[in-house]
């Protein structure tokens, strides 16, 4: 038996026995050779070798995209990548970056929601748009880099130039420079060792509050033992607790063990909240019986989530514990947007358990 098997059996093992320690039954997960071998591996989640391609566009038409290409190349070199200049270099993908004064909308993407600009198809500003391509296969994934103007004339204009267009790519260059479309990239490709080797040597909290909400969706036992370090640092601590919320039943342990705590925290409320998400595709028993009992805390935050949860989890038994609390929080006089909560989650949950609500519909 090889080492890496070894400590993969450890590992299991371990988790295990805490779910159990818990209450909670064998994970689901840990009796299968390999954690998240339902999900598919990406073609790329070992793509090292990149090629990149640039094409920049002005009012002027096809301009010189040197600069916008070496930009783009520092940024994946500084994430672990190696680019070729040649395409007749092996190469496991292409990067392909378009770079346009006004940009002219190609539609939607599966990843173009989570760019920090605003998504719309209206944008006509200076922005440029990556996509990949790998054999001859072109997924539908984007990421948009928009410059903070809309109207490079008058931006231009006021900078005391009147080459609006190389006052664009400037800006749209400063913009890569900055932007974390490698992360995403790697991401995309599930490339879950390049991203925690990443978060390792970061020292920027913005980055490495990033690189934990991307590991988040990437199950393995590496992901979920950094999710857990970072659990421990109080400035990572929210972020990381709703990453495990991604993982499924890998981070049931985890986070049961954080509401084990006395006083109600953000750590907790988060931990609630995941411990929901996961119950949307999980019926582990012990969900029920945590929700239910945090519906008695007396922390109206606490028994928001519990509730809702409680609706995700889909489990009937908790219509009864739902209307006491239900009659609880419309008898209640308070006005605080707290309680308010309180109310329309409940109210919620009792509509997503009572099938009858829907036939009245």
């Known amino acids: 038996m090889n080492t890496q098997l070894k400590n993969f059996l450890v590992f299991v093992g371990m988790v295990a026995g805490i779910s159990c320690g818990m209450g909670f039954p064998f994970p689901a997960w840990a009796q299968q050779p390999q954690p998240g071998e339902h999900h598919l591996s990406h073609p790329l989640v070992t793509a090292q070798i990149l090629l990149v391609e640039s094409i920049a566009l002005t009012e002027r038409g096809l301009q010189d995209s ?13 994430a672990g990548f190696t680019v070729v200049s040649s395409p007749d270099q092996p190469h496991d993908a292409v990067v392909r970056v378009k770079c346009e004064e006004r940009q002219t909308w190609t539609g939607p993407s ?3 929601n989570t760019s920090p600009v605003p998504t719309s198809r209206l944008w006509k500003g200076p922005a440029c748009h990556i996509s990949y391509r790998y054999e001859d296969q072109s997924p539908n994934w984007s990421w948009d880099v928009r ?11 006021d900078a005391g130039t009147a080459d609006s267009g190389t006052f664009a790519l400037q800006a749209l260059q400063t913009q890569l ?4 479309f490698p992360l995403y990239l790697a991401a995309e490709w599930g490339q879950s060792d390049r991203l925690i080797r990443l978060w390792q040597q970061e020292t920027e909290l913005d980055r490495r509050l990033l690189i934990l909400q991307l590991l988040g969706p990437l199950p393995s036992p590496t ?28 981070g049931i342990p985890t986070l049961a063990s954080i509401l084990e705590r006395h006083s109600p925290t953000p750590q907790q409320l ?15 028993p012990a969900l029920f019986d945590k929700f239910v009992r945090l519906l ?26 739902l209307k006491t609390l239900s009659l609880h929080a419309w008898t209640d006089p308070s006005a605080h947007p707290d309680m308010q909560a309180l109310r329309e989650a409940v109210s919620w949950s009792l509509w997503q358990l009572t099938p009858s609500a829907h036939s009245e519909e």
């Not at 040197?66 to 500084?78: A, R």
């Not at 420079?177 to 974390?180: R, S």
């Not at 805390?297 to 995700?312: C, K, W, Y």
Request: no cysteine; net charge negative.
């Open 66 to 78: 040197s600069t916008i290409m070496k930009t783009v190349t520092d940024q994946l070199s500084k």
């Open 110 to 112: 599966k990843l173009r």
């Open 147 to 157: 410059t903070p103007f809309e109207h490079s004339e008058e931006v231009a204009k």
């Open 177 to 180: 420079a900055q932007d974390d």
């Open 223 to 250: 992901v979920l033992a950094t999710l857990q370090r970072a659990v421990e640092d109080p400035a990572l601590a929210v972020t990381a607790i709703t990453a495990l919320g991604e993982q499924g039943e890998f």
């Open 270 to 284: 988060a931990a609630i909240q995941a411990l929901g998400k996961i119950a949307t595709h999980s019926q582990a």
């Open 296 to 321: 008695k805390s007396e922390d109206p935050r606490v028994q928001t989530m519990a509730a809702r949860s409680l609706g995700q989890l889909g489990d009937r038994r908790a219509i009864t514990p």
